[in-house]
């Protein structure tokens, strides 16, 4: 299992907090996983350079795991 975590800190229902104890789950457990926060966002990731940040990580998270 594999999992790639992104979260946004804008919206309430998203509270950073949970991203950070399923990331720390995930660890304790050997899974493979990232984090990726943008507290300055909301559900879409629209700024520019966070944008290009994001879709790095996605692009780099697929390449490693989907050889």
């Not at 720390?24 to 700024?47: C, G, M, Y």
Request: with cysteine; glycine share 4%; aromatic share 14%.
């Amino acid at each position: 299992m594999l999992e790639f975590l992104c979260n946004v800190g804008r919206p309430a229902c998203c509270p950073v907090n949970n991203a950070l104890m399923n990331f720390a789950a995930q660890q304790r457990l050997n899974t493979p996983s990232k984090l990726v926060v943008f507290p300055d966002e909301n559900h879409w990731i629209l700024k520019g350079e966070n944008s290009r940040y994001f879709y790095n990580e996605v692009h780099g998270w697929l390449a490693k795991y989907l050889q």
